[in-house]
């Protein structure tokens, strides 16, 4: 993984304050600063993660917290009084909500615009192993180049590459069967020369992006044509935003005032005509009846769901190996039913290796001092107990440690400004609640986080709940290694897990039109994983890596999407049926099941305890919304 910045400006520019001068000239036309020494990189890193201190304001509440939570039950005592005069209620609410006010009560935090500098930092906390600045004059602008590299895949390669007049960005992981054992950026930028001997510039570099298999954003130079070629896969699995001016086009990782997310498109700009132009890579299928039967699809799409794990999990060679106890690779963890299946799936292709191997299951909850709820508390929390202590027994072979990240309400309260920075232009309540959560699941603090073992395997689940610390071991103060972490976002866009698609059949009674309503669905689902990119990835992607870590998403591999539309036909995903009212014979009552094959696949894999587990969006399963009191009527659609 990487982080990639481009900033191509009219005439001449300063070199950033942040970079050490003199430049390394390398030719007549090349100016460059590169270094892997630790020291060095730590001191961008620490810039970069840098805490916004809290105002005297937030300082105030945070010590007036036991006050607040005794204003707030006043509150509802008052509220459920159901005999007061509703004047006088009204004016004790009135009072005890301006109380709340006075403390609680924040100033306005405005964005500002971050400049080259403060751009290079934020860039520098996605890629921890080696840094790199490049600059060069072309046609009348200047181009400067920043990179920030996470070294997951051997041999290391420096960025960029330059070569017939190319110069490469690269931020992703690539499965093509070609470089599976080899280093992507160096065949991205070998497969291009291979196209140029057959074909226009333009051309070729379209066909090379388009044979690319994987979750990637991309920044390429053409020297020759005087263009630059940047974007993000079919998907949109990776960040990258831009901003275009009448002076300068900025391309960056990272996020800031004025810039605009990219789609999941390449984006061609011309310096000639200072215009941008549009490129899809691939459109999404079909649905293709072929007869399989229920259970026929669901070991496919076990075996298809096991590959797209398999080359995520297989293409993961750091820099610097680890001690053989530590973690390569861990998964966003609610102990629900789409990241507890990718679990098991890499807990069976580990379980064949001779040597024990580790994995990180990352859960994360919230101290909550609206509802005095701790943090391990949380549903999510009890859920990811409940599934990690069933796959410890079904794995026996593969180290499973249940990391808990516990967020008490002060960390919440000096890293929300850093999330909104990164999670930016998103700005909404419920942006923040679901950004933040990844950002304190993916997190490297110690002071918050406790390694749980299961210390006895052959406990049996109702045993183990009586009394869980009896069978465990907690080690506080740990922080996890892993660099990549493994999400299960996608299985809700493919089989159909939000209200609104059981809405297209519950809005509607009628059978006599269910391939029309199913017809409907697929096209609902469709549209998910269209705009994914816009909802959900850049978002999290930003919040995960400002870490140095990278998240991979077996549900979202291409193939796999493909595979899913074309051979999945939408009954499968959604069942629904009218049952008899239990006491009112004249009536019938809406049921469905979402994800339905996919929880038959659950059931597949001897999986039980999560094959009907419901879907819960993270912010309420982590308890990272409403967590100021006097939040109770904020909705996640306001701004912040």
């Not at 004059?137 to 017939?164: C, E, M």
């Not at 923040?432 to 002071?447: E, H, K, M, N």
């Not at 990835?537 to 990278?550: A, I, M, Q, T």
């Amino acid at each position: 993984m990487c982080g990639i910045l481009l900033k191509v400006s009219k005439g001449l520019v300063e070199i950033p304050s942040c970079i050490t001068q003199p430049l390394h000239v390398l030719d007549e036309k090349y100016q460059q600063w590169e270094t892997l020494d630790h020291r060095t990189i730590q001191t961008f890193l620490d810039h970069g993660s840098k805490l916004s201190p809290l105002t005297q304001q937030q300082l105030y509440k945070l010590e007036n917290l036991p006050l607040l939570r005794e204003l707030n039950n006043e509150l509802l005592k008052i509220k459920n009084n159901v005999k007061a005069d509703p004047v006088v209620k009204q004016q004790q609410l009135d009072e005890v909500q301006r109380q709340i006010d006075a403390i609680s009560k924040e100033d306005e935090v405005v964005m500002e615009k971050d400049d080259m500098d403060g751009l290079i930092y934020k860039v520098s906390n996605r890629g921890p192993d080696y840094l790199n600045y490049t600059q060069f004059a072309h046609a009348g602008y200047t181009f400067q180049s920043f990179l920030a590299i996470l070294s997951l895949r051997q041999p290391f390669t420096r960025q960029p590459i330059v070569k017939d007049e190319f110069i490469l960005q690269f931020n992703g992981e690539l499965y093509n069967d070609e470089c599976l054992n080899g280093n992507d950026t160096q065949f991205i930028i070998d497969t291009l020369h291979e196209h140029l001997l057959d074909g226009s510039r333009n051309d070729a570099i379209l066909r090379t992006l388009k044979h690319l298999d994987g979750e990637f954003a991309i920044i390429l130079v053409d020297l020759v044509d005087d263009k630059v070629y940047f974007g993000r896969d079919s998907v949109g699995k990776r960040s990258l935003c831009y901003e275009l001016t009448d002076e300068e086009l900025v391309i960056s990782s990272v996020s800031t005032v004025g810039c605009v997310d990219c789609k999941n498109e390449i984006y061609e700009y011309d310096l000639v005509t200072h215009s941008v132009t549009t490129h899809v890579l691939h459109d999404l299928p079909t649905y293709t009846p072929n007869g399989y039967t229920e259970e026929e699809l669901v070991g496919q799409l076990w075996d298809q769901l096991k590959q797209s794990v398999l080359k995520r999990q297989d293409a993961i060679h750091p820099l610097d190996e680890e001690e053989s106890d530590t973690s390569k690779l861990a998964v966003l963890f609610s102990g629900g039913l789409d990241c507890t299946i990718v679990a098991a799936l890499i807990c069976e292709l580990l379980s064949n290796n001779p040597n024990t191997a580790t994995i990180d299951l990352l859960t994360v909850g919230f101290e909550n001092p609206r509802t005095n709820q701790k943090s391990g508390d949380s549903p999510d929390r009890q859920l990811a107990l409940k599934s990690w202590f069933h796959l410890s027994k079904q794995f026996p072979r593969v180290n499973l440690q249940l990391i808990e990240v516990n967020v008490d309400y002060r960390s919440w309260f000096e890293h929300k400004q850093r999330v909104r920075s990164l999670m930016f232009p998103y700005n909404t309540e419920m942006d923040l609640s679901i950004a933040i959560a990844f950002y304190f699941a993916s997190s490297c603090l110690p002071d918050l986080t406790t390694k749980v073992t299961l210390s006895d395997k052959n406990v049996s689940w109702h045993e183990f709940i009586q009394d869980p610390s009896q069978y465990t071991t907690r080690v506080p103060s740990y922080e996890s290694k892993a660099k990549v972490l493994f999400s299960g976002l996608g299985a809700d866009e493919l089989f159909a897990g939000y209200s609104r698609h059981e809405a297209i059949f519950s809005s509607n009674k009628a059978t006599d039109n269910d391939d029309t309503l199913y017809d409907e669905l697929q096209e609902s689902l469709n549209y998910d994983i269209s705009i994914i990119h816009q909802r959900n990835l850049s978002r999290d992607d930003r919040v995960v890596s400002c870490w140095g870590k990278e998240i991979r998403y077996p549900y979202l591999d291409v193939k796999f999407i493909n595979w899913v539309i074309t051979n999945v036909p939408p009954q499968l995903k959604l069942k629904y049926a009218y049952i008899p009212h239990a006491n009112k014979k004249d009536k019938v009552v809406f049921t469905s099941v979402r994800k339905h094959i996919l929880r038959q696949l659950a059931e597949y894999l001897a999986m039980p305890y999560v094959s009907q587990e419901l879907k819960r969006a993270i912010q309420f399963g982590a308890k990272s919304a409403k967590l100021n009191i006097g939040d109770s009527k904020v909705k996640g659609t306001d701004s912040l």
